[in-house]
Structures are given as C-alpha cells and as structure tokens.
C-alpha cells in the first residue's frame, strides 16, 4: 500500500492508496509547532481504526508547502514507519514541463495538481483549489504548466472583515437564501460567499478567453464544497486530486 501525505497550510490530507484504490482518508489541522510524537499518535490511531498496520505500507509520497513539516513528518515515518518518505521537490520525475518565467516559484502541490490534471482529464484543464489561497492552475492539453492565478482565501477575506470592523460579527461560512441580505450576518455572507463565486466565474471565464480554447474546470481545496453548489463554472469536483498526483508521482519513480 501507498500511502500519500498533502501538507498544506490550513491542513494535512492523507490518502491510503492499495494500487490505484484510494481506500481511506483523513484529515487533521497543520499545527507546525506539533511534535513528531503527537503527529504519529494521529496517525497510529487513525490506522488502527481502519485495521492497518505501518508495516502495510510500502512506500510513501508527500508535498508540503510548509518546509518544517517536511522534517517533522520524516522523522514520524522513519520511526514508526521504518520507511523514508519521497518528498516532491528537485530531483523527483514528475513529468510536467512548468512554462514560467521562474520554474522554481512553482509550488509542489501545483505541480503534484497538474500531474493528476492532466492524467485524470487530458486537457486543456483548469485546477480551481478553493483552500488557504484560492488558486487557478491551467494545463495544457499536453500536461504543460503555463502558469496560474492566486487570490486570498475565502476564510481569511472573512477574517479581515471582522478583524478590521469592530462592529462586524465572526459569521458561519455558509451560503445565504438570497444574495439581498435583510440583516448583517447574512450581508457579510453573501458578500463573502457570492463575492467569492463572482470572482471564480469571473477568472476561469478569463482565462478560458485566454486560452481560446474550452478547458475542464475542476474544483479542488477544503472550501470547495462552500462555492460550488453556488455556481455551474465547474465541470466536476474532486477533493483527492493531490493524493492522486501523489500517486501517480511515485510509481512514475519506481520505474
């Protein structure tokens, strides 16, 4: 079994993959002070619940956008695992050329994004993450990297709200009956909420002008199940695609 690890900055996904099954997942909040003994307590208890054992796991993939976890997870999987982990970085094969002016700007789980992109859905694709950041990855139809869109979060744009305005309310994020708000919870979430399907629609139909050509949309990231009852831009929805890519990153380097 595989097992693959997504550190991302609000969260930490893994996936347990028996060939190409995704057979279990969990997610837990990244804590980069949390010491290696605390991650493995997570992760030993998830296993057991599951009826899993260390020794099931034969290989193990892992991207992190936050480098010191990077440590922390190694010497989880090391102890416990008796097993060192492939981290996506220089050196690893992914098979995607990145078409930028600085490659190395790049993040791991955008590249990892446009391997299983373009594996799942040919191309041309566009990788909408509703997660920490809201990130476009684009695609080409021959799993090229051109480029991509960043934008803040939708929970830190409600953050700011209610940080910066000492009489606005810390508000549920959840979309409104209507987007004319009769009271001001329901304004700062159709604000908040709509505010953030305009900006979706308003890109992805931006950079499909700009690609002249139709490319899948596919809607990734924690708060993706926030936007896209909100809005058709999307062609589907699918919160695995990192683990997948992970997958698919590690056994195209064992061959």
């Given amino acids: 079994m595989l097992l693959a690890v997504d550190i991302g900055n609000t969260n930490i996904t893994i996936g347990v993959f028996e060939k190409e099954k995704l057979r279990h997942t969990w997610r837990m909040a990244t804590m980069a002070n949390k010491m290696p003994d605390e991650y493995a307590i997570f992760l030993l208890s998830a296993f057991n619940n599951e009826s899993l054992k260390p020794a099931d796991i034969s290989g193990i993939a892992m991207c992190s956008t936050v480098p010191p976890l990077v440590t922390i997870f190694t010497e989880v999987f090391q102890r416990y695992f008796n097993?060192?982990?492939?981290?996506?970085?220089?050196?690893?094969?992914?098979?995607?050329?990145?078409?930028?002016?600085?490659?190395?700007?790049?993040?791991?789980?955008?590249?990892?994004?446009?391997?299983?992109?373009?594996?799942?859905?040919?191309?041309?694709?566009?990788?909408?993450?509703v997660g920490t950041a809201t990130t476009f990855d684009i695609v080409t139809g021959e799993g090229d990297y051109i480029g991509g869109v960043i934008a803040p979060g939708i929970s830190h744009a409600a953050e700011a709200l209610t940080s910066r305005t000492a009489a606005l309310p810390r508000i549920e994020l959840v979309a409104p009956k209507q987007a004319i708000g009769p009271n001001t919870i329901s304004a700062m979430q159709s604000g908040i909420v709509f505010g953030y399907v305009g900006l979706i629609e308003g890109i992805t139909e931006r950079i499909q002008r700009e690609l002249k050509k139709k490319a899948t949309v596919v809607a990734t990231g924690g708060y993706a199940y926030i936007i896209t009852p909100e809005t058709t831009i999307f062609d589907t929805v699918n919160p695995d695609i990192t683990l997948i890519g992970l997958r698919l990153i590690y056994e195209m380097n064992q061959a």
């Fill in 83 to 129: 097993n060192r982990p492939m981290v996506i970085g220089p050196g690893v094969k992914t098979g995607v050329r990145i078409r930028m002016d600085n490659p190395r700007e790049v993040g791991p789980d955008r590249i990892v994004n446009t391997v299983a992109a373009h594996h799942l859905y040919q191309g041309p694709v566009i990788v909408v993450d």
